[in-house]
């Protein structure tokens, strides 16, 4: 059995990465410690980070990506939630047994080292829930 073992991040859609940076930055005292092009998913992401607290703010590098269309549909604001677990496969077979919609059926390669899967919003009244399990580099 897969449990799960804590808020991963908030990933958050922005339109620009030179805009929202520096304000997370100012506001809130959040370290960025990394940006990253991430190809797979056509998003650049810069990593934000405050004791424990994590945030992704991701920027679409093509209009067509999953978070181009979220930003054209809902504009900018929080695009998912994401969460660490033991085990994505037996989490993934865990949400499916629950009646959960999966996005992704079988786990793909995340960023640092991650497995990742989505499950639908439909099936978790309206958020985006991304399933994270790490992985030695």
């Known amino acids: ?31 960025h410690t990394d940006t990253i092009h991430f190809e797979p998913m056509k998003v650049k992401i810069a990593f934000l980070r405050c004791g424990s607290a994590e945030v992704e703010l991701l920027e679409p590098t093509d209009k067509e990506s ?7 549909k ?14 994505i496969g037996k989490a993934l077979e865990q949400a499916a047994a629950a009646g959960m919609e999966l996005i992704d059926r079988t786990p793909r390669e995340g960023s640092h080292h ?16 991304e399933l994270c399990e790490r992985r030695m580099p």
């Open 66 to 72: 999953p978070v181009g269309r979220f930003l054209e």
């Open 74 to 87: 809902r504009g900018d604001g929080i695009h998912h939630l994401s969460f660490y677990v033991t085990d």
């Open 1 to 31: 059995m897969s449990r799960i073992l804590g808020l991963a991040h908030v990933g958050i859609a922005v339109r620009s990465l030179d805009a929202a940076v520096p304000v997370w930055v100012r506001a809130f005292g959040f370290h």
């Open 114 to 129: 991650t497995k990742i899967a989505f499950l639908s919003p439909r099936s978790l009244h309206g958020v985006l829930v």
